[in-house]
């Protein structure tokens, strides 16, 4: 069984930290509405993530879904090159609002 956590880091800004896998994903996937419901605007901090497959990136992918659906604006701060290079590869890099820290 994988590990990860996210955590509050106040203002709006959370850390991403441990392994992204098909274990781990989906107790993630709603983390960050109960996380940021009161944020206008949330930073993700990637910088703490071990390794990732490609459900870290979905993972992404559905945060960024879920935050324009409730009107915030998302960013992801400091992607793991790992998790860049499957982003690069599938196209979504255009599309996740990617931003060094």
């Given at each position: 069984m994988s590990e990860a956590q996210i955590n509050s880091l106040g203002e709006g800004r959370m850390q991403l930290s441990g392994v992204l896998d098909?274990?781990?994903?989906?107790?993630?996937?709603?983390?960050?509405?109960?996380?940021?419901?009161?944020?206008?605007?949330?930073?993700?901090d990637l910088r703490g993530v071990e390794r990732s497959d490609s459900?870290?990136?979905?993972?992404?992918?559905?945060?960024?879904?879920?935050a324009r659906q409730a009107q915030r604006d998302i960013r992801f701060l400091?992607?793991?090159?790992q998790m860049l290079n499957i982003a690069r590869v599938s196209g979504l890099d255009a599309i996740l609002p990617l931003a060094r820290d």
């Open positions: 098909l274990d781990s994903v989906p107790e993630l996937l709603s983390a960050i509405e109960a996380l940021t419901y009161d944020a206008p605007a949330v930073a993700v459900a870290g990136v979905a993972l992404l992918v559905a945060w960024m879904r879920s400091n992607m793991p090159s």
